[in-house]
């Protein structure tokens, strides 16, 4: 196995939809888990999110890849954008605020993805942020016996 998919999308809230489908759609084709796959999407919609809304301030359109690649024993999230150079992985986390008040705007949702998924990498390579997501599972054995 493993089954990689690329998705090129834009720097439109609108075109996040278009990731998560492919993502729904492997994960009927392979079998990841329903709490697997919740847990990729939530992770995925906020990096998306966060490069739409932070990686380009010039107002122009611009393009990114989403790489979903599925292998037996997990699910790997690839997003590479020529944006502003930003590291999530070592990004500071919000202050602890006392309890009964709201947190601080920044950081929560990097908080969320590394609750969400087992391994979160970061590089930055000719100019372009490569960020990595993998979730461990298991696919569907009956699936991983079609693809043989």
């Known amino acids: 196995m493993p089954h990689a998919v690329d998705v090129r999308i834009r720097n439109d ?3 996040i939809g278009i990731v998560r489908d492919t993502l729904d759609n492997l994960a009927r084709e392979f079998g990841i888990p329903a709490r697997a796959l919740t847990q990729l999407q939530v992770a995925l919609d906020e990096v998306v999110t966060n490069v739409i809304k932070y990686s380009w301030d010039d107002g122009e ?6 790489r979903i690649t599925v292998q037996p024993d997990r699910v790997d999230l690839e997003i590479f954008d020529d944006g502003r150079e930003f590291d999530p992985v070592t990004a ?5 605020e006392p309890r009964g008040r709201r947190p601080r705007a920044g950081g929560l949702g990097i908080r969320m993805i590394r609750k969400l998924v087992d391994r979160f990498r970061y590089e930055r390579f000719d100019g372009c942020n ?3 997501l993998s979730k461990t599972c ?3 054995a009956a699936v991983q016996r079609s693809e043989k």
């Open 61 to 66: 359109q611009h393009e990114f890849l989403v």
């Open 92 to 96: 500071l986390l919000p202050n602890h």
């Open 130 to 132: 490569h960020t990595t």
């Open 13 to 15: 809230d609108s075109d």
């Open 138 to 140: 298991e696919v569907d």
